[in-house]
């Protein structure tokens, strides 16, 4: 079974500093996608940031980094100069599935960021 | 905004009660999605719908039932829920292209409360 898990259910950071979130899945799968999602208590989830599975390179959205090890299948989150606007949940999800259209996203139970100011 | 949008954002059913959820996105997409979030577990896929057509079903019981009468609305029929049906139900859209992994837009979410 595809699995994603997220070890940390809480985390606190202060305002300005840096935090790394953890994930890890365990799939068979060569090729793969993964995505960071955040979730702000608006409840509106939207995307932070993905990465193929083929690509070396870590991917890298502003303030948002991610460390892609896939051969320990692990997959962090690094947010840096955190903001109060950071807080909320954060899930780590996988798609198994290589083919396009309609994709199974398959999510972890999600990290919950304060950043404190 | 992501572009999808659901009401009622909020609602408490009785057990035998009948009520809808809609879902309606502007983005252009072809395929949409269910999910239901409960508390401390991960989010589960319900339904997906691509182009118009049911293209998954996961194993959600009978009580639940999807329906997409075009590319750009989803609704989720609910009848004689149980309180274990409680959770926020979040709708999501893709391209629905066939030929790349697609990331999903997510909707605002519907808190459900079964009494």
């Known amino acids: 079974a595809q699995t994603v898990t997220q070890s940390q259910p809480e985390m606190s950071v202060q305002e300005a500093e840096t935090v790394t979130l953890s994930c890890t899945y365990d799939t068979s799968e060569n090729n793969y996608y993964l995505f960071w999602y955040k979730q702000p208590p608006s409840r509106q989830m939207i995307l932070v940031i993905r990465?193929?599975?083929?690509?070396?390179q870590n991917a890298t959205e502003n303030r948002f980094s991610v460390n892609f090890q896939k051969a320990a299948k692990s997959f962090s989150l690094k947010i840096s100069d955190s903001q109060l606007g950071d807080t909320a949940m954060y899930f780590c999800?996988?798609?198994?599935?290589?083919?396009?259209?309609?994709?199974?996203?398959?999510f972890g139970k999600g990290t919950k960021l304060t950043v404190n100011p | 905004e992501t572009g999808v949008t659901q009401t009622p954002r909020h609602l408490v059913m009785g057990m035998t009660n009948k009520k809808s959820l809609k879902c309606e996105q502007h983005l252009g997409h072809n395929a949409m999605y269910w999910y239901k979030q409960s508390a401390k577990k991960p989010l589960e896929l319900m339904f997906v719908y691509n182009f118009k057509e049911q293209t998954e079903n996961n194993s959600v019981p009978s009580r639940f039932s999807p329906e997409c009468p075009n590319s750009s609305h989803l609704f989720l029929h609910l009848h004689t829920l149980q309180p274990e049906d409680s959770a926020l139900y979040l709708c999501a859209s893709s391209h629905g292209s066939g030929s790349w992994v697609e990331t999903q837009y997510f909707g605002p979410g519907t808190r459900l409360l079964v009494l």
């Open positions: 999800a996988f798609i198994p599935n290589t083919q396009g259209g309609s994709e199974k996203l398959v």
């Open positions: 990465q193929e599975a083929y690509k070396q």
